[in-house]
């Protein structure tokens, strides 16, 4: 099993940034990608970024040139981070870390949300 824990997330001004952190444990050797999603309430969950193992990225069209998804790998421990910026009032949600990894196996983090508001 891979545990995720998401934190990071809070209160910013429009225009402002954000850095926003997953810890990955458990079983990482079976993740093939991990990604960041958010959702606002009575929406579906929508992918924001992605990244395999093998590097490739994958970005919200809202997104491009705003966010970066990186991955810091320290012996057990993964960190997936989101660092965002320019940010949009319409940049508000809930945002989830998801793992992507053998058997099509997915796993969810709680969320962390993200107000953008001044």
């Known amino acids: 099993q891979v545990q995720l824990v998401e934190s990071g997330g809070g209160l910013v001004q429009p225009g402002g940034s954000l850095r926003l952190s997953c810890a990955v444990s458990?079983?990482?050797?079976?993740?093939?990608?991990m990604g960041w999603y958010r959702q606002a309430p009575g929406k579906q969950r929508e992918l924001v970024a992605a990244?395999?193992?093998?590097?490739?990225?994958?970005?919200a069209d809202s997104v491009k040139g705003r966010f970066t998804i990186s991955v810091s790998r320290d012996n057990a421990e993964n960190t997936v981070y989101l660092h965002m910026t320019s940010l949009k009032p319409e940049d508000t949600d809930v945002y989830f870390c998801?793992?992507?990894?053998?058997?099509?196996?997915?796993?969810w983090g709680k969320g962390t949300l993200v107000t953008v508001s001044s």
């Open positions: 998801k793992s992507d990894g053998w058997g099509s196996m997915e796993y």
């Open positions: 458990g079983s990482i050797f079976t993740i093939n990608a």
């Open positions: 990244k395999t193992v093998g590097g490739s990225t994958d970005y």
